[in-house]
T-cell receptor, first 112, second 115 residues
């Protein structure tokens, strides 16, 4: 299995609080992605990174920011969490070159 | 923009039987990749099979095979000899090579294999 670790695995927090999710990889892959999974929507791209300090927005980026200061770590931050951001968040990595993405085990985030 | 449609939200099949999951997509691209991912109750996203659009031959992986119809923009997954462990959500996904190489997913369908 691809070496991808997401932390935390579960989190419950309150509306208005900041939240940071971490994705750590040991594969030295160039590309890293954050998706959210909601019933009836499949997985939707939030942000992605194509290298250290190189990031770009996906289709549902509002309310989220990301940072990648090292190849192995990709952080997703909710500056002020809202109930609509309750979801399961997946990190994925790829070496590019048309290779498939491999996913972490997901983080279940509940915002009350 | 590309879209992926999985029109069957849910299916069930008896163990050892064959089942086909449908997927259609819309794109103006000529070169792209298609994937099926499986998500069992454990929540892991597991790559099942991948198809390159420029290859006419349908991909196969053990009991899993695809029927890729490029002109019809159809990409169905056939599971032969269904097993209880095949019970999962299945997602069809599209990728345009180059640039972000992001995946565009369908909404998924739930497959239940009954004993």
């Amino acid at each position: 299995d691809a070496g991808i670790t997401q932390s935390p695995r579960h989190k419950v927090t309150e509306t208005g609080t900041p939240v940071t999710l971490r994705c750590h990889q040991t594969e030295n892959h160039r590309y890293m992605y954050w998706y959210r999974q909601d019933p009836g929507h499949g997985l939707r791209l939030i942000h992605y990174s194509y290298g250290v300090k190189d990031t770009d927005k996906g289709e549902v980026s509002d309310g989220y920011s990301v940072s990648r200061s090292k190849t192995e770590d990709f952080l997703l931050t909710l500056e002020s969490a809202t109930s609509s951001q309750t979801s399961v968040y997946f990190c994925a990595i790829s070496d590019g070159g048309r290779q498939p993405q491999h996913f972490g085990d997901g983080t279940r985030l509940s915002i009350l | 923009a590309q879209t992926v449609t999985q029109s069957q939200p849910e299916m069930s099949v008896q163990e050892a039987e064959t089942v086909t999951l449908s997927c259609t997509y819309d794109t103006s691209e000529n070169n792209y990749y298609l994937f099926w991912y499986k998500q069992p109750p454990s929540r892991q996203m597991i790559l099942v099979i991948r198809q390159e659009a420029y290859k006419q031959q349908n991909a196969t992986e053990n009991r899993f095979s695809v029927n890729f119809q490029k002109a019809a923009k159809s990409f169905s997954l056939k599971i032969s000899d269904s097993q209880l462990g095949d019970t999962a959500m299945y997602f069809c996904a599209f990728m345009k090579p180059g640039g972000s190489e992001k995946l565009v997913f369908g909404k998924g369908m739930k497959l239940t294999v009954n004993p």
